[in-house]
């Protein structure tokens, strides 16, 4: 069986479709809780920033949403990749450092970093490369 393309699922059509249309599920419950006077953001993994909005039936639907799997999910694809990153889990942080370690020493990759200020100051530097580690 062919594997599809990462840009094969979803769609660029239903890509472009849900930038442009943003999701109005999430758009009614954030507008709620602005209504209720709160204004910081509401982050799935923190229960402290959504119990204000549990109890609303637009919240209760996300929720059904989030544990639904959409129809796109190759499921067989999933588990192999993750069969392999689990048997070659040293390799694979060992490519991630090397290209880490690439991005700081080359001209053309670091030329991003000065442009954007990553490489201003030692300081400066491994703040930025502290953030890249715990990004990656």
Same mark, same amino acid.
């Given at each position: $069986?062919? #594997?599809? $393309?990462?840009?094969?699922?979803?769609?660029?059509?239903?890509?472009?479709?849900?930038?442009?249309?943003? =999701?109005?599920?999430?758009?009614?419950?954030?507008? $709620?809780?602005?209504?209720?006077?709160?204004?910081?953001?509401?982050?799935?993994?923190?229960?402290?920033?959504? $119990?204000? !909005?549990?109890?609303?039936?637009?919240?209760?639907?996300?929720?059904?949403?989030?544990?639904? #799997? @959409?129809?796109?999910?190759?499921?067989?694809? #999933?588990?192999?990749?993750?069969?392999?990153?689990? =048997?070659?889990?040293?390799?694979?942080?060992?490519?991630?450092?090397?290209?880490?370690?690439?991005?700081?020493?080359? @001209? #053309?990759?670091?030329? !991003?970093?000065?442009?954007?200020?990553?490489? !201003?100051? !030692?300081?400066?530097?491994?703040?930025?490369?502290?953030?890249?580690?715990?990004?990656?």
């Amino acid at each position: $069986k062919k #594997i599809p $393309k990462a840009t094969e699922w979803p769609s660029q059509q239903q890509l472009e479709e849900t930038m442009v249309r943003g =999701d109005p599920l999430i758009d009614t419950i954030m507008q $709620k809780s602005f209504e209720m006077g709160v204004y910081r953001p509401i982050l799935y993994y923190s229960k402290s920033s959504y $119990k204000h !909005v549990e109890h609303l039936p637009e919240f209760q639907e996300l929720q059904k949403n989030l544990q639904t #799997i @959409p129809s796109w999910v190759d499921t067989e694809r #999933i588990s192999k990749a993750a069969a392999f990153y689990r =048997d070659n889990m040293i390799l694979v942080f060992s490519g991630m450092a090397i290209g880490l370690i690439e991005s700081y020493t080359f @001209p #053309i990759d670091a030329k !991003v970093l000065e442009i954007n200020g990553g490489l !201003v100051g !030692v300081k400066e530097t491994m703040e930025r490369l502290n953030r890249t580690v715990q990004f990656v």
